[in-house]
């Protein structure tokens, strides 16, 4: 992933000097050193963004809500590669777990949100479900977008996301409603166990966790101490949290999750100041991503993270 990333940068800055050198002839040299040099600040900055943790505060993370689900059906193999080459920090991936114990990545645990067969995921065994054409859905409500890769396309089990992408790739994961599927927690760190990715000389912050259910968070905190975890919330009207909340949080989570249409700027500083991170969920429009940065949020999820690169982009020229 850091190798695409840099291939992203290295073609920004080609791009920007092009850009440059055309709309000036040879006699525009002061020009031309200016563009250079804005160039060249870029790909420091972008440099400088790179070796920071995944986990500082000074970092922003932009994270493909889904994969770019934007862009292609949510949680498939295609809207997760997708999400990387749009810049992407962290592929997001929502758990289910199917009656044979099987992790899977689904956002709903209703079967027919995403396919055309009604039912709950924990009442089939995982080949049942990968019978299931998760992508035609996709083509059909947005012909602008339809792609035949995405026809047929079928639901990823976390063990073969982790194979595919390895290593070299983020993971942004939520258990969800992990009340419905006891040993979810101990399935999840079993696989990750398993690909290596709880090895702290990796790189920090190459797993996040995240839970709606404060419980889940604590179990998994108990099981390993060393993955950063995120605290989802879904605020009615304003985001409110009082210090006493706020001190309890740090206790096991390193930042939280609001719905991003709760925040306002006093809410953010107030995160800030407790020194934790805030990413936000699900911002999908240019200005509201603009609004957001500004007041100081940490990162935030998006169906578009080309859209989010570019509004960070356009703020590292503006530096």
Known sequence: MKIRKLIFAITLVGMLVTVGCSQFDDSSTGRNEE???TSNHIATRE???EELS???PERFLNIAHRGASGYAPEHTIPAYELGEELAGDYIEIDLQMTKDGELIAMHDSDLSHTTDVSGDVQELNLNEIRVLDVG??????YPDLANPVFSG???PTLDEIFTYFGKESNY???TKTPNKYPGMEEALLQLLRKHDLLNTSLREGIVIIQSFHKESLLKIQQLDSSIPLIQLFNFKGKAKLSDAQIAEIKEYAVGIGPNFKSLTPKFVKKIRDADLLIHPYTVNEGKDMERLVEWGVTGMFTNYPDVLEKVLRERRVAE
């Open 54 to 56: 995944l986990l500082s």
């Open 47 to 49: 440099q400088e963004v």
């Open 153 to 155: 396309a079928k639901v």
């Open 172 to 174: 942004y994961i939520e």
């Open 136 to 141: 035609s859905w996709f083509n059909e409500i």
């Open 35 to 37: 563009t250079k040099k």
